[in-house]
Every structure is written in structure tokens, then in C-alpha cells.
């Protein structure tokens, strides 16, 4: 055994293409023809042992298995082994834009120099009529189709895994989306507690018993298991539809295919800008977002991600002092590193280096904030990430218990927390317009769960008949009663009997 192999060397295994036609042969065309190139010196060295043509071609060629027994002793050896192959595929195989052929490595060209700055016009919006109700703002962002599909697909999932589904209605979901919302306000220590008898909270469960509502929990579903193998399921289609995906967004990663999927959403393209973290932030992205839907972006970017930006390293930015940045451009994106706190990396191509601009900075000399000038990409993307932070802010008030170790549950429950906070902001904004007083985020979130009446509705003296039902529930007025009379516009067993009026009493303002 040599030294090679016993090292583990990897042996190299070389493959010739033979021309299945003899006539084929390239031969007439080489350069080192023996007539035209007088140089040429024919080596008749005897090389039989080491040479790579040792395969008879004749006729008398032995059978297919002992031509593959000697292709594979050759493979062993490490010598060339031939292939007869047509010429076309020959001429395929070895083509230039093959992916067996490497390819050069096209390098973009850094310059320092700034790029033009994006001019965002002034947001307006229409004044309305008059304020919506906050539910019919939820239902703006959180829409019927929405509660269809979520309605469709548990009862799916549920046959898919007790054979028989659950029965589950679009009106009951939106039971369950209430229980989420009260929970997220009144927070309990666990869920069993909103319905036990020593600590039962009407408001809750009154709307669902105890198994329902657990039952919700453990088969509400967004997409169909069936269709997705492995990790996929059961719902990361659901969050990325693949059929609004194309090939070119498939080369991107997760967070980038996330972006591009949410900006496909934007009314005026064109005309926006959108601000990202350095966890979605890369070159490949913000040419993307330009290129396919005429989006601008600015956002921090890691240092890999760059594009090859031939920025100046932290330790040569820091001996400079605070304050400095070093700036390089390309293809219409430009690369900035900024020295404060800390070396910043940005990405962007809608805002550059000038004209510049001033943030404020605590001043250990004077020991007072002050203006220090930086590009002016810096406060456009402190100014707007600022809203991310009031967003997260907002969601965290009053948050949706969803903890579970299935994690399309988390996200659900943050998607319907920043539905109500998106939707409290446009209330807000419209109650600006029409100089109105508007409610805090608690008390919008409790006016949107559908299953309360409001109190305009409960004593109204409208429409409030009785309903005969096989089973009973608890009463919403009085905490030990229970009856088969509900309130056919409330929603909401009442006691209606000789001993007990709280069918009368409830409806009555005291």
C-alpha cells in the first residue's frame, strides 16, 4: 500500500469521450497535424502499462460485463477510463454555460460615490364620513375570507386525524377569536382557570365550555398537511404562498422571499420605501425589491451580505474617531459604514450620503445631547424603524396567550395581536381627522370581540326574544344560574323562570 492511500489521498478518476462514429473524429481539425506542422514529432514511446487507450475497439470486442469489470479496474487504479459517446452530447457536455464547466466570478466594481436620493412624496388620506365601528376596522385587516379559510381548514385537519371532523362554522371561530382577544387583556395563570367554579370569568366562559374551546386549540389549522411533506407542514405555505413565489425569488433566502412576498401587497410601488433589520437586509434583496416591483429599501445589513463592498474595516473607521463613515456604490445601491457607538453597515438606494444631516448624541464633555452631522440615510432609517419598535410596543400591551410547541401557533397569535394594532391606528388616525377623543388600545380591543353585545345593542329594547335551547348553558347575569333561554340578539343564556328574571333585569339599565 502506498503512502497515498493509505493517507486517504483521493484518487482521481479521469473520462475520455470517444466518438461513437469512428467518421466523427476531430482529427483532420487538430493544429498538431504531421503534415502542416513541421514540428511535430510523433512520441513512440512504449507506454502500453500507463495508457489511457488500452481498449480494444475491434469487432472481436469482448462482452458488455467484461468491459464494465475492466472500466471498473481502470476506476480502481486511477487511470482515464474511455466512454463512447455521440458527439452532440459530447458537445453538450463539454459546453461552456454547463454547470460541469465553472464559471468566472463576476465581481462588481466599488466606487466611492454617492448615489441619487429618492424622493418619497407626503402621505395624504381622504377624511371620512365618519367613524367605523371597531370591529368593522378589524375586519378591514382580519377579513371574512380569512375566517372561512381558518374554518375550512380545522375541520380538514380534524377528519385528517379523528377520522370525522369537528363541525366547526366561520361564527365559531370568531367565538374563538373573541376568547383569544378577552384573554389577552385578562390574563389569567392558566386556562383552566377562566372556567373553573372558583374562578370562573363570565365574560369568557360564557361564550365556549371549557372542551370546546380546547379542542379549538388542538386542531385549528391554516393549510392542508397533505399537500406539504416533512418540516413544511403544516403551514409555512400559508405565511409564503409558493404560487405567488418565482424562480427568482426561490434563490433568495427566507427572510428576503418574506419581504418580497409582504411588498407585493403595496398599492404604489413606485412611490415607497421600505426599512428593514439586519436580519432581512442583502445586496441580492434590495436589487430584487428595485428590479421586479420598483421598490426602494434601506436597512442594515451584516457584513457578508454586503455584496463585496470594499468598505474600511472597524479598527481603520474607529481610529478615525466617532462620527466617521466610509461610503462605496454600485449598480445604484450603496454601502455605508457608520462609526458611533458602534461600526453600523447600511444598505440602500433610496437615500445616500448628502445632503448631510444631524442626530443627536450624548456628549460625555459637555455632558448634554448634541448635533453631530452623519449621511442622511442615517435619521430617514432611525425615524421609520422607529414605527417596528411602536409596533412591537403595541402588540406586547395586551398579547394573545398562544404558547405551544406546534410554532405556527405563536405566529397566529401575533398576526391577530398586529391586526388590532394596525387596526387601532387607523382608527386613531381617522379620529384625528374628524378632531374626535378615540379610545385606548384596551378598550378597542375589547369593543372588537363580536361575541359581547354592545351595550347600545343590549338596551335598545329591540329584537331581544328568547330561544329555547336542548342544552343549557350559564347565565350571563346571575354567576350560579344556568338555563336553556337565550337572548336571541345578545347571544347569551339568561335564567327565564318563576324564581329567576334575569332575562328582564339584564336588558334593563340600572
Same mark, same amino acid.
Given at each position: ?46 507506454? &502500453? ?25 481502470? &476506476? ?10 455521440? $458527439? ?104 383552566? =382557570? ?45 405565511? $409564503? ?126 455632558? !448634554? ?34 404558547? &405551544?410547541?406546534?410554532?405556527? $401557533? ?8 398586529? &391586526?388590532? !394594532? ?37 338596551? =335598545? ?36 323562570? !318563576? ?12
Amino acid at each position: 500500500m502506498d503512502c497515498k492511500s493509505f493517507y486517504g489521498a483521493r484518487q482521481r478518476t479521469y473520462l475520455a469521450l470517444v466518438p461513437e462514429n469512428s467518421q466523427d473524429s476531430d482529427g483532420e481539425l487538430s493544429d498538431d497535424d504531421p503534415i502542416e506542422d513541421p514540428d511535430f514529432q510523433p512520441n513512440f514511446a512504449d507506454d &502500453s502499462d500507463e495508457s489511457c487507450f488500452d481498449v480494444s475497439l475491434d469487432e472481436d470486442a469482448p462482452s458488455t460485463s467484461r468491459s464494465n469489470k475492466l472500466l471498473r479496474k481502470m &476506476s480502481k487504479k486511477g487511470k482515464p477510463i474511455l466512454k463512447t459517446v455521440p $458527439l452532440d452530447e459530447a458537445e453538450d457536455t463539454l459546453d461552456p454555460s454547463s454547470s460541469l464547466v465553472p464559471k468566472k466570478d463576476t465581481r462588481r466594481i466599488w466606487k466611492h460615490e454617492d448615489i441619487e436620493e429618492f424622493q418619497v412624496p407626503d402621505a395624504s388620506f381622504e377624511t371620512p364620513d365618519a367613524l367605523q365601528s371597531p370591529f368593522q376596522y378589524f375586519k378591514m385587516l382580519f377579513t371574512d375570507e380569512m375566517i372561512d379559510h381558518i374554518a375550512y381548514h380545522t375541520n380538514l385537519y380534524s377528519a385528517q386525524e379523528l377520522g370525522d371532523t369537528i363541525k366547526t362554522s366561520p361564527k365559531e371561530i370568531e367565538d374563538f377569536l373573541a376568547i383569544l382577544l378577552f384573554m389577552g387583556v385578562f390574563n389569567f395563570p392558566s386556562l383552566e =382557570d377562566y372556567w373553573h367554579h372558583e374562578s370562573r370569568f363570565s365574560v369568557i366562559a360564557d361564550i365556549m365550555p371549557k372542551k370546546r374551546f380546547q379542542l379549538f386549540r388542538r386542531f385549528i389549522h391554516f393549510s392542508d398537511n397533505q399537500q406539504h411533506k416533512g418540516w413544511q407542514s403544516p403551514s409555512i405555505y400559508c405565511v $409564503l404562498p409558493s404560487k405567488f413565489i418565482c424562480e427568482e425569488e426561490q434563490m433568495l433566502p427566507l427572510g428576503a422571499k418574506v419581504v418580497t412576498t409582504l411588498c407585493q401587497t403595496i398599492t404604489q410601488p413606485r412611490l415607497s420605501v421600505v426599512f428593514c433589520d439586519n436580519y432581512f437586509t442583502s445586496f441580492k434583496l434590495v436589487q430584487h425589491l428595485d428590479t421586479s416591483l420598483g421598490v426602494k429599501c434601506i436597512g442594515t445589513v451584516r457584513p457578508n451580505r454586503t455584496g463585496g463592498a470594499t468598505l474600511m474595516t472597524d479598527k481603520e473607521l474607529m481610529k478615525r474617531g466617532r462620527r466617521a463613515f466610509d461610503y462605496r456604490s454600485a449598480e445604484g445601491v450603496i454601502a455605508v459604514k457608520w462609526f458611533d457607538n458602534k461600526c453600523v453597515n447600511l444598505l440602500s438606494n433610496a437615500s445616500g450620503i448628502m445632503p448631510l444631516s444631524t442626530v443627536k448624541h450624548w456628549s460625555k464633555e459637555s455632558k !448634554a445631547k448634541v448635533m453631530i452631522p452623519c449621511p442622511s440615510l442615517i435619521p430617514a432609517y432611525n425615524e421609520h424603524m422607529g414605527g417596528i419598535d411602536l409596533s412591537d410596543m403595541l402588540v406586547h400591551l395586551y398579547k394573545t396567550p398562544a404558547k &405551544s410547541t406546534r410554532w405556527y $401557533l405563536p405566529l397566529f397569535g401575533y398576526m391577530l395581536d398586529l &391586526s388590532i !394594532a394596525n387596526s387601532w391606528l387607523v382608527y386613531k388616525r381617522e379620529c384625528g381627522q374628524l378632531n374626535q377623543k378615540p379610545i385606548t388600545l384596551k378598550r378597542f380591543r375589547l369593543a372588537v370581540a363580536p361575541s359581547q353585545p354592545q351595550p347600545d345593542v343590549r338596551y =335598545d329594547c329591540f329584537g331581544h326574544w328568547p330561544l329555547h335551547f336542548d342544552k343549557r348553558g350559564r347565565c350571563n347575569y346571575c354567576p350560579k344560574g344556568v338555563s336553556r333561554w337565550k337572548c336571541q340578539k345578545c347571544n347569551v343564556f339568561l335564567c327565564l323562570n !318563576a324564581s329567576q328574571e334575569c332575562f328582564a333585569v339584564y336588558h334593563q339599565k340600572i
